[in-house]
């Protein structure tokens, strides 16, 4: 479990007092479940979980914890939508959570994805292919401008990357995502780029340039 924590964690996330999950090497129960947070219920104190997949409804010490994915804060929605199969880590973090906006009054439940390498123990008659060329998620700077003490405010604005948004999750009830950003200093004309995968494990990609209204 230490290895995983050093593996996977980061920051404020790092060690603290919880409770932890290993799904790389102990998944074959948990593989079983609809989503995580079914997994996570009975097994953590104080956690209640009520409903049923997929309106489910989570409250922790008096209140509802934050969720992560991947040291991203994101919704008790999204975090239904990441299948187990695909999960490598979790951690239970007891309140208050010092990682989350506002101090974590009421804990956080952290989630931590696969990724090159972890393959538990061979099981009979699977065979396992390892693909390589993909990135990791990137992170690129996103200024705020609308806050006054915001640094560099003045000088000039020449990002390449207007926004990038490695998580948005369409559902049935959630059809418009709303994506909020500011321009550059020269930008005239944007080039939108979408990739995904719909809910059949279709590849989607479109590329469309457009218009600014500020030309």
Same mark, same amino acid.
């Given at each position: 479990? &230490?290895?995983? &924590? ?5 920051? #404020? ?13 102990? %998944?074959?129960? !948990? ?15 104080? +956690? ?7 309106? #489910? ?10 969720? =992560?994915? &991947? ?5 008790? &929605? ?9 999960? @490598? ?18 804990? @956080? ?10 393959? !538990? @123990? ?19 700077? !996103? ?18 990357? +207007? %926004? ?12 418009? +995502?709303?994506?909020? =950003?500011?321009? %550059?200093? @020269? ?16 590849? +989607? ?8 209204? %500020?030309?």
């Amino acid at each position: 479990m &230490d290895e995983l &924590d050093e593996r996977y964690t980061s920051g #404020l996330f790092s060690g603290g007092f919880g409770h932890s999950f290993d799904l790389v090497n102990d %998944n074959k129960q !948990a593989i079983s479940y609809f989503d995580i947070v079914t997994f996570l219920q009975g097994r953590v104190p104080g +956690l209640l979980i009520s409903g049923s997949y997929p309106n #489910l409804s989570v409250r922790y010490r008096g209140g509802t914890p934050d969720f =992560f994915v &991947d040291e991203i804060n994101t919704t008790m &929605d999204m975090v239904e939508t990441v299948p187990v199969a695909d999960i @490598a880590y979790v951690k239970v973090f007891e309140p208050p959570f010092v990682g989350s906006f506002g101090g974590g009054p009421h804990g @956080a439940i952290a989630i931590y994805t696969k990724r090159g390498g972890d393959v !538990a @123990a061979d099981e009979p008659g699977l065979n396992r292919l390892s693909l390589t060329g993909y990135y990791v998620i990137r992170s690129f700077y !996103a200024p705020v401008y609308n806050r006054k003490d915001t640094a560099g405010m003045n000088r000039p604005d020449y990002r390449i990357t +207007l %926004n990038w948004e490695p998580y948005l999750f369409s559902s049935p009830k959630v059809r418009t +995502l709303p994506v909020r =950003f500011y321009n %550059n200093d @020269a930008c005239k004309h944007y080039r939108i780029i979408v990739e995904g995968m719909d809910e059949n494990g279709k590849l +989607l990609h479109l590329e469309q340039v457009v218009g600014s209204k %500020n030309q």
